[in-house]
């Protein structure tokens, strides 16, 4: 399922979008794709908005991710809804 698939199923069927996003998580894993990752957990984060220590797991992830691949503008965004949550 590509990221577009993903994130339509976000909004049309949220217990299959979680189950395709876990396992979607669980194969680029450890596959030193750093931003495929970044891309990911932002989406994670916008699945579990609702849910706070979900979103801010996430969000942690996202943030370490976008370091790991240079993404200077995520780290900036990322790191600034962390702060803003008092989470870093």
């Known amino acids: 399922m590509n990221l577009e698939e993903l994130s339509r199923l976000i909004e049309t069927d ?4 979680a189950t395709a996003l876990d396992q979607a998580l669980r194969d680029k894993h450890g596959t030193g794709d750093a931003l495929g990752m970044l891309v990911l957990h932002k989406l994670a984060v916008r699945f579990w908005e ?14 370490i991710y976008a370091l790991e691949s240079g993404d200077w503008a995520s780290v900036d965004a990322l790191y600034g809804k962390l702060a803003s949550e008092g989470r870093i």
């Open 50 to 63: 609702d849910d706070a220590r979900q979103k801010s797991f996430h969000l942690t992830h996202a943030y």
């Open 14 to 17: 949220r217990k299959a979008a």
